[in-house]
């Protein structure tokens, strides 16, 4: 998420600014505090659940939200860059995605002022798909891990999900990089976002990044913690056990061999190894 850059266009005082988001940002950071701030008055996501504040806005009229799947909106993204004004995609086919009437915006009584509207639905080879629209933005502001001086960006991970496809969209695309190299230092095999698409470059460091929700459980003490590669946490907090190579093993008198792939199903029955018979 670039965080530098919505922290300076909330600076700026820009107002009245339409998004397009996977979300809205959660209460305190990136895309929320714009929302905090009253700077949106529209947004096109396909995930809000995790901003009180969105809701609170989208339910007494002050925001409208245009719900859509998050593969469609990866894709709307994807050919506003390339130039493909609309597809079809089997996703919502049978649903409000498709035959419209979801909310878009509510009064400030809580009544329903304007819902999505219907989409064109054809049949290709005997199945239904539904017709989607590109999606373009004036600015498109991006995180990249790395960057060169003429564009070319590098994500990081899940990173790469939806930056590379917001930086495609953008008709003047501007970047915050952590890092900032020479031309050529990048090779172009591990491009994600060639520099054809970026118009501008920030440099911002690493410093200031945070985790929207953080969903790790807190360890108290050893036996908390999840066992090593070839090793399990003993429950009594004794030694742990080393895990035992595949091999043979006895089972009930007779020599058995288990699964040599570590993929192998645990439950799987282990045939007996029979002896050859002795001619009489």
């Known amino acids: 998420m670039p965080i530098a850059l919505i922290d300076a266009l909330l600076e700026r005082g820009t107002r009245n600014l339409t998004t397009i988001s996977n979300n809205c940002g959660v209460d305190d950071q990136a895309l929320g505090v714009l929302l905090y701030a009253g700077r949106i008055s529209r947004t096109i996501s396909s995930f809000v659940g995790g901003n009180k504040e969105l809701a609170r806005l989208y339910l007494s009229g002050e ?12 894709e709307r993204l994807r050919a506003g860059g390339t130039g493909i004004p609309a597809f079809y995609t089997p996703t919502g086919v049978g649903t409000m995605v498709a035959e419209g ?5 509510y009064d400030a009584e809580g009544n329903v002022v304007e819902t999505s509207a219907p989409k064109e639905v054809r049949v290709f080879d005997g199945q239904q798909y539904v017709l989607e629209t590109a999606l373009t933005a004036d600015f498109g502001l991006v995180r990249a891990a790395r960057g060169d001086r003429q564009g070319n960006l590098v994500f990081h991970e899940s990173a790469r999900n939806f930056n590379p496809l917001a930086g495609m969209a953008g008709r003047v695309t501007i970047a915050e990089v952590e890092e900032l190299v020479e031309p050529g230092e990048i090779t ?23 985790i929207e929700k953080r969903t790790t459980r807190p360890r108290t003490d050893r036996t908390d913690a999840p066992a090593a590669a070839g090793e399990e946490a003993s429950p009594d907090g004794a030694q742990p056990r080393t895990a035992r190579r595949p091999g043979r093993a006895r089972a009930r008198g007779r020599s058995v061999r288990e699964p040599r792939h570590r993929h192998a199903d645990a439950r799987a029955q282990l045939r007996a190894r029979r002896r050859p018979r002795r001619p009489a």
């Open 63 to 74: 925001l409208e939200v245009e719900l859509t799947p998050q593969g469609t909106l990866a």
């Open 101 to 105: 009437g979801i909310p878009v915006r």
């Open 188 to 210: 172009p095999e591990d491009v994600h976002l060639p520099g054809v698409f970026v118009d501008r470059v920030v440099v911002v460091g690493a410093e200031g990044k945070k």
